[in-house]
């Protein structure tokens, strides 16, 4: 399986590590528009060729080139990117896999992932797949939601919850940046049983107890895809699904101040020194870099979702799956965080598949749409481990 990576940072560089581990991949192709950046990486090519090239995912005509005799791309890029590289992908034969969407923060933006989704039958008439939101979560999330909604018949709830522990880190994102300040200035939203329905930033709070060694963490509503495809796509009715997260409730709630006061727009411009810069590049800049965190981190990520509903008899029944991995463990296997690792782990799993036809057909499909004895053999034979457990209803 010839593989391409657009996006040699953090994530590209974990991506890429994970497949060059794998004895299916037979070639990597890098891009990024830092040329310095993907060749700095083709040193990890010990068991198999790797070739960087220098090049922005922006223009068309390079990417399509790039992507000649490719079998499978991941965009590990900014998701804002996604449609632009389907797109590439589609006319040249390429698979594709990316970890995340982009949420849309303006009335009427079509950055998200239903957009991805509606290529389903251009994909499927080519013959060719795409999976799309193939990250941690959204991602692992969704694998674990199908693991708990294929033991029901009715599903009422689905509750997904995310934390992570480690000295410094902790309330903050483990992500990019970018996608993260995106995500909290778009409105969390739940899924009522009917329509997807928006609530307010930061709001439903709650305490929610993680497995050991997390421990209770408080979480709140944030804007995630898994609450817009698992209704969709997890092929049974979803009476609820709600995504809530640990990262600290005022950096959420001073990002939306701070865009109120229009702070946060481009034309927006701080002096640092000799340097001019957006006061939204600034603000970033203080924020934990999830590339730089790997050997000094410690702690844990825990993602956990709980589905309730009834089983085939009509009896009530609750089933909780959850998966934790440790930041050292992370850095061990990989030399990266927790989060990456889960990322990176999934987005090749998914580029696996794909590259070996073992997907459930030809189309664009959400990540809940592998089943779990396809998927999670998968998973497991890069480090993961899912707990699953049937709790009073």
């Not at 490719?70 to 390429?94: R, S």
């Not at 949420?103 to 992932?113: C, N, Q, T, V």
């Amino acid at each position: 399986m010839k593989a391409a990576v657009l996006g040699a940072g953090g994530l590209g560089r974990t991506i890429a590590l994970e497949l060059s581990a794998d004895r299916r991949v037979s070639e990597i192709v890098l891009m990024d528009r830092r040329g310095d950046r993907s060749r700095a990486l083709q040193s990890i090519g010990r068991t198999v060729p790797i070739s960087a090239l220098q090049a922005d995912v922006t223009d068309g005509a390079t990417v399509r080139r790039a992507l000649q005799g490719v079998d499978v791309a991941v965009n590990a890029t900014l998701p804002e990117f996604n449609l632009q590289i389907m797109k590439a992908c589609l006319e040249v034969g390429c698979g594709y896999v990316d970890t995340s969407a982009a949420s849309p923060i303006m009335p009427g933006e079509k950055l998200g992932i239903h957009d991805q989704l509606a290529l389903d039958d251009a994909w499927r008439s080519r013959g060719l797949t795409a999976i799309v939101g193939m990250g941690s979560d959204p991602g692992v999330s969704n694998v674990m939601a199908r693991m708990a909604a294929d033991r029901l018949a009715r599903i009422d709830t689905i509750r997904i919850r995310w934390a992570t522990s480690g000295t410094g880190v902790e309330g903050f994102p483990l992500y990019s940046r970018e996608i993260f300040l995106r995500d909290a200035l778009s409105p969390p939203v739940v899924w009522d049983g009917k329509q997807v329905v928006e609530h307010p930033p930061a709001s439903g709070v709650e305490d929610f107890e993680f497995p050991p060694p997390i421990g209770t963490r408080k979480v709140h509503l944030f804007r995630h895809e898994e609450v817009t495809t698992l209704p969709l796509r997890l092929g049974k009715p979803v009476g609820w699904v709600d995504y809530k997260h640990a990262i600290d409730l005022n950096l959420v709630r001073a990002i939306t101040e701070l865009n109120a006061l229009g702070l946060l727009g481009p034309d927006r411009h701080v002096k640092l020194g000799d340097r001019v810069v957006t006061f939204r590049d600034a603000f970033l800049a203080a924020f934990p870099e999830p590339s730089t965190l790997i050997g000094p981190l410690t702690g844990t990520l825990a993602i956990v979702v709980e589905i309730g509903g009834a089983r085939e008899d009509g009896t009530p029944a609750k089933v909780r799956v959850w998966t934790l991995m440790d930041h050292k463990e992370a850095n061990r296997r990989r030399g990266t965080t927790a989060e990456y690792f889960l990322t990176a782990a999934a987005a090749a799993s998914a580029m696996v598949l794909i590259g070996e036809k073992r997907v459930p057909r030809p189309g664009v499909l959400s990540p809940e749409e592998l089943a779990p004895d396809l998927i999670r053999p998968e998973l497991e034979s890069r480090g993961l481990r899912f707990e699953v457990a049937e709790l009073p209803p």
